[in-house]
């Protein structure tokens, strides 16, 4: 495959995983294209990666903001991936009180954003010589439920579910369709932002691991996955750190 012919675009790609992604696969030889809400972040990964790497600000969670970053994106030539990495967890509070803006602002960011720009490139990633890829970036939270992540984890179910339906529907398409569930990853904005930037509480869900998973091991499954030959399709990878065999069985160093 010519490198001409590996431009992918990467969702959630300002920090985490999604940036992870975009630095993985540039060294693997793609050609990028970078998506998120903040421009900031999108401008210092593009100047770190240089000329394989270019960015459009859009808001996944928003119909004009998506087609307009699709739109700029076909312009500049075709498609052979898509990873979906944009992705956030809001709130950890039993379902009785839990509050629906945040079960709301996931289904919208985790499903229906997912849905959105999938659904906008799927025609372009077909036509990729060789047929193109579906990634999506799930999470353990998709296969098995704790308490206070029923917000979290229905939307993570309902992002697997899609994924594998549209593999489903797919079949005999030139279009692979792969998911990727990743358990407890140490990032710098993920639990951050779940517990409304109390740090303490984001700083104790990683508290005696050792060795959570980092955003470059994903990033590293991601670049592997993609890296497959067109006809192989790794329908599913769950990958966890050592440590973890589920979400309610974690070691920790005390």
């Known amino acids: 495959m010519k490198d001409t012919d590996k ?26 294209v970078a998506l998120a809400r903040r421009e900031a972040k999108l401008k210092a990964l593009a100047d770190e990666l240089g000329d394989k790497v270019s960015y459009v600000v859009c808001d996944i969670t928003d119909e004009e903001s998506t087609q307009a970053a699709v739109d700029r994106i076909l312009e500049g030539g075709g498609v052979k991936a898509l990873v979906n990495c944009a992705g956030a967890a809001f709130g950890k509070d039993p379902v009785a009180t839990a509050n629906l803006d945040d079960w709301r602002n996931m289904y919208e960011l985790n499903v229906i954003g997912t849905l959105r720009i999938t659904q906008k490139l799927l025609p372009a990633l077909k036509q990729a010589p060789g047929g193109g890829t579906v990634l999506v970036i799930s999470s353990t939270a998709g296969i098995e439920p704790y308490e206070g992540g029923a917000g979290y984890c229905a939307s993570k179910f309902a992002e697997k579910v899609m994924a594998r339906v549209l593999r489903l529907e797919q079949i005999g398409e030139p279009v692979r369709v792969i998911d990727i569930a990743p358990g407890m990853v140490h990032t710098d904005e993920f639990s951050l932002k779940r517990f409304g930037g109390d740090a303490a509480k984001a700083a104790a869900v990683y508290d005696g691991v050792p060795s959570p998973l980092t955003a470059e091991d994903v990033a590293e499954c991601v670049r592997w996955a993609l890296g497959q030959p067109d006809t192989v399709d790794i329908d599913s990878i769950v990958v966890r750190p050592r440590a973890e065999g589920s979400y309610t069985k974690v070691y920790r160093e005390r």
């Open 7 to 32: 431009r992918a675009v990467v969702t959630g790609a300002s920090s985490g995983i999604g940036a992870a992604s975009v630095r993985a696969l540039v060294k693997d030889g793609w050609t990028v």
